[in-house]
Each structure stands twice: as structure tokens, then as C-alpha cells.
């Protein structure tokens, strides 16, 4: 499943304080094992949509918090600070322009399936995934 290009599909975090618009079409989506998304969100790995920034029409004011990512530039988490439902990320590489989406803070997260493992490396051995997806150590090479 994918989101279409034009279609349009709506999500928030657990409150509702937080809504979205998310346009598609989604660049990816990703089950995500890195350590990060692991402590940020309490779970074995986190599903994760790629987006280009103007795709997401947000209404609402999340908190962030800002660590150093894998691939040297910063990495800004947006979540809702009623609730602590986790929303987004985004990073701040010049000309990195992809917002990373949080697919189950979706209304219907069917919408999306996953093409993809990423940072396996990392994964808890008790977690699960798919065995026909394709596994990435690290990052999933991909152009742009
Ligand atoms: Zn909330
Ligand atoms: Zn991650």
C-alpha cells in the first residue's frame, strides 16, 4: 500500500492536540531498528514515512528534542508534550529536506507498507520483520 500522489491523509498523536495533512506521494517507508528510534519511542523498531517537508500541513505546536545523528548533522524529534506521542523527525544536513514520519501516529496506518529493514545492526534479536523485506545494515542506500 502507498499513498497516492494528490491523496491526501490525515493523522495526530494519541491526545489530538497535534493534527496533520500529509499529501502524497511518500518517498518510503521503513521499519527503522536504529538505537535512537528504539529509546525514543520504547520499542523493538518504529515504521517510519519519508517526506518531503511541504507534504506534511501541520496544525498544532509539538516540543522537540535534538540529538546527533548517524550521518553527522543534527536530528530534531517533534512529538506532543500533553501526550508524548511521537510525530516526526527531521534533520538538519544542508539540502536535507526529508521529514520522517512516525506511520503509526497515522489515523489509518494501512495506508503505507513497509519496503524495507533498516540499521538491523541494531535490532533487539526478539523483535520480528518480515523475512521477503529487504534488510540494511545501516542507512538504505538510495538517490534522490
Ligand atoms: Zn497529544
Ligand atoms: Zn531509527
Known amino acids: 500500500m502507498a499513498i497516492g500522489a494528490g491523496n491526501k491523509v490525515e493523522g495526530g498523536c494519541l491526545c489530538g492536540a ?30 517510519i514515512i519519508g517526506l ?19 550521518t553527522g548533522g543534527k536530528v530534531t524529534r517533534h512529538f506532543c508534550g500533553e501526550c508524548g506521542g511521537r510525530l516526526y523527525t527531521t534533520g538538519d544536513l544542508p539540502g536535507d529536506e526529508v521529514l520522517i514520519l512516525q506511520a503509526g501516529s497515522l489515523d489509518d496506518p494501512n495506508v503505507v507498507s513497509p519496503e524495507s529493514v533498516i540499521y538491523v545492526k541494531d535490532a533487539p534479536s526478539w523483535d520480528f520483520f518480515d523475512p521477503d523485506l529487504p534488510k540494511f545494515e545501516a542507512m538504505q542506500p538510495r538517490e534522490r
Open 52 to 70: 518531503r517537508r511541504e507534504q506534511l500541513d501541520l496544525r498544532g505546536d509539538p516540543k522537540t528534542y535534538t540529538n546527533g545523528g548517524d
Open 18 to 47: 497535534i493534527r496533520y495533512t500529509v499529501t502524497g506521494p511518500e518517498m518510503f517507508t521503513s521499519q527503522c531498528c536504529c538505537k535512537d528510534c528504539q529509546k525514543a519511542t520504547g520499542t523493538g523498531h518504529t515504521t
